[in-house]
């Protein structure tokens, strides 16, 4: 699937890259990251291959990314309109200052003529929520963004690393009244990240949100630059953060993606990333790029196509444990439909048995 083979984001007409260009890096503001020069090469590069979809937010770099993005495209207008800018709304830029950031009204419709300004364009094709804000009432969120789709500076809107049950309660909200409600969905989500599969995905399952996962790599673990083999010898980029993945369970899970990678004369990336992109509603996968060499590693996913039984063995090594009431209602289907096949989904037989004459006492 190569990067101009576009896919829909959620349930609406969106068309985006089937990788999406995480641009968090852009800038070294805060000791770290992508120098001007090379993430504008990046950028280059990316859309040389037909990739279309570019993700950042207010607060990366403290907001030297979006000016990044805004300058490439100050230097090649004619780009703008094919490609799908996403960023982030709710970081707070101003310390001191309450209303900096946020989901509320005052401080969301700044950030959003903030990062027009910074990104130098007219619109910007996908804002999305970047987290929560618990002190502000969600109708007030989504009204706001309803006004800054209808005044034409927003074209759809996305959330990202939000409970369930809140997006479903700002979705249904926006539907019963007539506003713009989200398409997408931005959370973690990789071979090691599986706990947004008790609530977060079949939610956007259910109510047509693309999901585009961050982090598919777990912040590099899963690069293939570490291995059982040179345990101990990478110090990471990352710090404690990568260390204290890096035990005998990861390194099961990266000797059978190294396995799968030889098999398909392929990364240990790109298998790790192939493995996400055939996840249940995934849309399109947010790869980071430090280095224009890592970008073209990490597009080589595109290419590789995982088999059932592939997917199946990579999937059995990490399967998240379920909690209530999804473990509940495994348990459950065999009581409630004895064994059937129900939809073309079998159930297992309760091993509880019904007592004689059909009824239970």
């Excluded at 979809?53 to 230097?75: C, M, P, Q």
């Excluded at 398909?264 to 280095?291: C, D, F, M, P, Y």
């Excluded at 039984?309 to 009581?335: C, D, N, V, W, Y």
Aim: with cysteine.
């Amino acid at each position: 699937m190569p990067l101009d083979q576009y896919v829909t984001l959620g349930r609406s007409g969106l068309r985006v890259s089937p990788l999406c260009l995480g641009a968090m890096t852009f800038g070294e503001d805060l000791g770290w990251g992508t120098g001007v020069e090379e993430s504008q090469q990046i950028i280059d590069r990316y859309t040389d291959l037909g990739g279309n979809f570019i993700d950042t937010a207010n607060f990366y770099t403290r907001s030297h990314s979006e000016k990044i993005i805004g300058d490439h495209i100050g230097r090649h207008p004619a780009r703008r309109d094919r490609l799908v800018i996403a960023t982030k709304f709710s970081g707070n830029l101003y310390p001191g200052d309450p209303n900096g950031g946020g989901a509320g009204r005052k401080s969301l419709i700044d950030a959003c003529d903030n990062s027009l300004r910074r990104l130098q364009t007219d619109y910007i094709d996908l804002y999305w929520l970047h987290m929560w804000d618990v002190n502000t009432p969600i109708e007030e969120t989504m009204g706001a963004l309803d006004d800054l789709v209808a005044a034409g500076k927003v074209r759809y809107i996305g959330v990202s690393d939000t409970p369930a049950w809140k997006i479903v309660e700002a979705n249904l909200i926006a539907r019963f009244r007539g506003w713009s409600s989200f398409i997408g969905l931005q959370v973690e989500y990789s071979l090691l990240e599986r706990t947004i599969e008790q609530e977060l995905v079949p939610m956007a399952d259910e109510f047509g949100l693309g999901i585009t996962p961050w982090s598919p790599l777990k912040g590099g673990v899963l690069s293939g630059k570490y291995t059982r083999r040179n345990a101990g010898q990478h110090k990471a980029g990352r710090g404690a953060m990568v260390d204290s993945f890096l035990n005998d369970k990861t390194y099961t899970v990266i000797d059978e993606l190294e396995s799968i990678a030889a098999a398909h004369q392929t990364t240990v990336a790109s298998v790790a990333l192939a493995w996400v992109r055939a996840q249940r509603a995934v849309a399109s996968i947010i790869i980071g790029a430090r280095t224009l060499s890592q970008l073209d590693d990490n597009v080589r996913a595109a290419d590789v196509d995982l088999g059932a039984e592939e997917l199946a063995r990579l999937s059995t090594l990490t399967k998240p444990r379920l909690g209530f009431p999804q473990s509940m209602l495994e348990m459950a289907a065999g009581i409630i439909q004895g064994g059937t096949t129900v939809n073309g989904v079998f159930a297992p037989p309760s091993e509880y048995v019904m007592p004689a004459g059909g009824r239970p006492y």
